[in-house]
């Protein structure tokens, strides 16, 4: 059974996109590690703010 034209072309630009984001983010990654686990953790803190924010805002409410 083939494939449509179209579900080709889709998978097709997919793995170009895939590819293209892949090699930026190993790009970004070879350029600056630092950066990168700069922005991990600054994510991490941001996760941890707002988990502290809905556990106090939990605990006013009862």
Known sequence: ???SPHTLSSRLLTGCVGGSVWYLER???QDSPHKFLHLLRN???QW???Q???FLK???WL
């Open 58 to 60: 939990r605990m006013l």
């Open 48 to 50: 941890i703010t707002f």
């Open 52 to 54: 502290h924010f809905s």
């Open 1 to 3: 059974m083939a494939a």
């Open 43 to 45: 994510v991490n803190k």
């Open 27 to 29: 790009r970004t990654i």
